[in-house]
């Protein structure tokens, strides 16, 4: 867990200068794709919710502005989302 709590989170300013996480909050790091590395802030999801993943705003994926990449949940790791692709 440790690990996890060093990287950025999705959606973060980039002007922010605590982009990393908060305490008392859940994440999921992304793996893989072009948002590898971030964060997702999960605090409040449902577990249904959680098991379908998320389609998350990306300028830099497949379709550029107006994109989406795709990621969901790694069987049996809680902590990890795998890149499933990009989206328009």
């Known amino acids: 867990m440790d690990e996890l709590m060093r990287g950025r989170v999705y959606g973060a300013d980039h002007d922010d200068p605590s982009p990393g996480p908060r305490p008392g909050r859940d994440y999921r790091e992304l793996v893989a794709g072009p948002l590898d590395g971030l964060l ?3 605090t409040g999801w449902t577990r249904a919710e ?3 993943g998320a389609a998350l705003a ?3 994926g497949a379709y550029g ?3 989406h ?3 969901g949940p790694r069987e049996g790791d809680d902590l990890r989302w795998d890149w499933e692709g990009d989206t328009r």
């Open 69 to 71: 990449a795709r990621y």
């Open 50 to 52: 959680l098991g379908e």
């Open 40 to 42: 997702l802030d999960v």
């Open 58 to 60: 990306t300028e830099i």
């Open 65 to 67: 502005p107006g994109g």
